[in-house]
């Protein structure tokens, strides 16, 4: 099982400044990671997909780099709405097993 | 759009059983491999089983396998979850999930709540 560990677990930053999240996998799982953004009583929404390709309609200020077991999600201009958890997860387990890495919690400083 | 709309949640006593239902529209879900995630009260995402677009192949996670049984109905568009012998440690919110294999989970439902307790 690939285990995925997220850092930090809670990132303080002011509104309109840069967040950096971290995700490191115990194995190499190429350019297959997801990053996923929960709200407060809301589902996960999936962000990124292929360590770095946003999904449609979500904003620029989001991007997400790394391959193999180090990955990165940025998010720029940090607004309001940004301050929640964010999840990473590897999809490429054969057989299926999937993980997520345990969340940051990005809040207002 | 994609809609997933999870029912059957509750409460339930400790060792009793209880089966999840999710509703999907607005794709051809017959053509999807479909997963249940779950989380606990403040805790993160678990990942709980995924069933093939056909039906043919499940896999669960290590904690509910041989409890839980993921199966789907495609002429309803509907999938389920059956959870047998339930433990206090099964609360949580349960989502279902659209994502073939190797791929990431593109769109998720509502959840529904489940709840062990005597």
């Known amino acids: 099982e690939i285990v995925m560990t997220q850092s930090p677990a809670t990132l303080s930053v002011s509104p309109g400044e840069r967040a950096t999240l971290s995700c490191r996998a115990s194995?190499?799982?190429?350019?297959?990671l997801a990053w996923y953004q929960q709200k407060p009583g809301q589902a996960p929404r999936l962000l990124i997909y292929?360590?770095?390709t946003r999904v449609i309609g979500i904003p620029v200020r989001f991007s997400g780099s790394g391959f193999g077991t180090e990955f990165t999600l940025t998010i720029s201009r940090l607004q309001s709405e940004d301050f929640v958890v964010y999840y990473c997860?590897?999809?490429?387990?054969?057989?299926?097993?999937?993980?997520f890495g345990q969340g940051t919690k990005l809040e207002i400083k | 759009q994609v809609q997933l709309v999870e029912s059957g949640g509750g409460v339930v006593q400790p060792g009793r059983s209880l089966r999840l239902s999710c509703a999907a529209s607005?794709?051809?879900?017959?053509?999807?491999?479909m997963h249940w995630v779950r989380q606990a009260p403040g805790k993160g995402l678990e990942w709980v089983a995924v069933i093939s677009y056909d039906g043919s192949n499940q896999y669960y996670g290590d904690s509910v396998k041989g409890r839980f049984n993921i199966s789907r109905d495609n002429s309803r568009n509907t999938l389920y979850l059956q959870m047998n012998s339930l433990r206090a440690e099964d609360t949580a919110v349960y989502y279902c999930a659209r994502g073939d294999y190797g791929n990431p989970f593109d769109s998720w439902g509502q959840g529904t709540p489940v709840t062990v307790s005597s």
């Open positions: 607005g794709f051809t879900f017959s053509t999807y491999a």
């Open positions: 292929g360590a770095s």
């Open positions: 194995q190499s799982v190429g350019s297959n």
């Open positions: 997860q590897p999809y490429n387990n054969w057989p299926p097993r999937y993980t």
